[in-house]
């Protein structure tokens, strides 16, 4: 079994479809453990609409191809248009971070995935929900990559916050 983390956006409808895609991964995978929700500004958009980011993580057989066909099905279920812009509002984003060790191009993905520790809406609620776990490529804990990455002019540039959150009646995350 791998220890998969996925990284879960939504700038359409943010709180139906996040909940959406937790109900669906939770019925899917066992023992899911989730991030807090942060709102963050988009990065790189024109389209100006705040998203809601989190990071779930959870246990697994399934092969890489058949995790990334599974996360893009579900997508689409949601509204999510295979011709849409890279940029561009999304109802639903479900992006595959790390699959156990796994390092370069595995069924066709990157893995790790890059906006690992580039981008403060993925690498945040990473290393809150798993601080000890370690980087595959280059072996730091999630926890020390966001402190470094905190202080960094980055940083500044992508503000997130948490926000009150709740998921099958209880509370995920909270803004304090």
């Given at each position: 079994m791998a220890l998969v983390t996925v990284s879960i956006g939504s700038n359409i409808q943010r709180d139906h479809h996040v909940r959406v895609c937790l109900d669906a991964l939770a019925e899917r995978f066992d023992a899911l453990q989730i991030s807090r929700v942060f709102e963050s500004e988009p990065v790189g958009f024109e389209d100006g609409r705040n998203f809601y980011n989190l990071v779930a993580a959870f246990e697994t057989q399934l092969g890489v191809g058949e995790l990334q066909r599974w996360c893009k099905t579900l997508e689409y279920?949601?509204?999510?248009?295979?011709?849409?812009?890279?940029?561009?509002?999304?109802?639903?984003?479900?992006?595959?971070?790390?699959?156990?060790?796994?390092?370069?191009?595995?069924?066709?993905?990157?893995?790790?995935?890059?906006?690992?520790?580039?981008?403060?809406?993925?690498?945040?609620?990473?290393?809150?929900?798993?601080?000890?776990?370690?980087?595959?490529?280059?072996?730091?804990?999630?926890?020390?990559?966001?402190?470094?990455?905190?202080?960094?002019?980055?940083?500044?540039?992508?503000?997130?916050?948490?926000?009150?959150?709740?998921?099958?009646?209880?509370?995920?995350?909270?803004?304090?």
């Open positions: 279920a949601n509204g999510r248009r295979k011709d849409s812009p890279k940029y561009s509002p999304r109802t639903l984003d479900i992006d595959l971070l790390t699959v156990g060790d796994a390092c370069g191009l595995v069924d066709g993905v990157a893995l790790p995935r890059d906006e690992v520790d580039k981008h403060a809406f993925v690498l945040r609620p990473l290393a809150e929900l798993l601080p000890d776990q370690r980087h595959p490529l280059n072996g730091q804990r999630y926890a020390t990559l966001w402190a470094r990455f905190a202080e960094s002019e980055l940083a500044h540039q992508q503000p997130l916050w948490p926000v009150d959150f709740v998921w099958q009646g209880r509370r995920i995350s909270t803004a304090h």
